[in-house]
């Protein structure tokens, strides 16, 4: 059986306009960078795992920092489906710039 790596996206739209819910917003996105989540664009983040059991268990350690409010939606995509998206509008981040679709970057 092969494995292939996968992208896991979270896109989240997280209200934002009591105190208690801004601070909810930064707990949950801190979360998400603390478990090697990188910003694709706002409220869109991505992680690439090995294969899709290494993907399901980032939904546990999220799901105990969902805010109260608002939607969180992880999709599991494969690199091949990732790397064909397309960009529309605006132009890639200096990161994408830089790294482009490496797996393995060396500094």
């Known amino acids: 059986m092969r494995y292939a790596q996968l992208r896991i996206l979270c896109m989240f739209d997280l209200p934002v306009m009591t ?3 801004q601070q909810q917003y ?4 801190k979360t998400l960078i603390e478990n090697g989540f990188t910003m ?3 409220s869109v983040y991505y992680r690439i795992v090995q294969n899709r059991s290494a993907a ?4 546990p350690i999220l799901k105990k920092m969902i805010p109260e409010d608002g939607d969180i939606r992880l999709l599991y995509v494969s690199e091949k489906q990732f790397n064909d998206m397309l960009l529309l509008v605006g132009r890639k981040s200096k ?5 482009g679709n490496e797996k ?3 500094i």
């Open 26 to 29: 930064r707990v949950f996105r």
């Open 56 to 59: 399901q268990k980032f939904a």
């Open 19 to 21: 105190k208690k819910q």
């Open 40 to 42: 694709l664009q706002y």
């Open 104 to 106: 393995l970057v060396i």
């Open 95 to 99: 990161q994408e710039q830089a790294i």
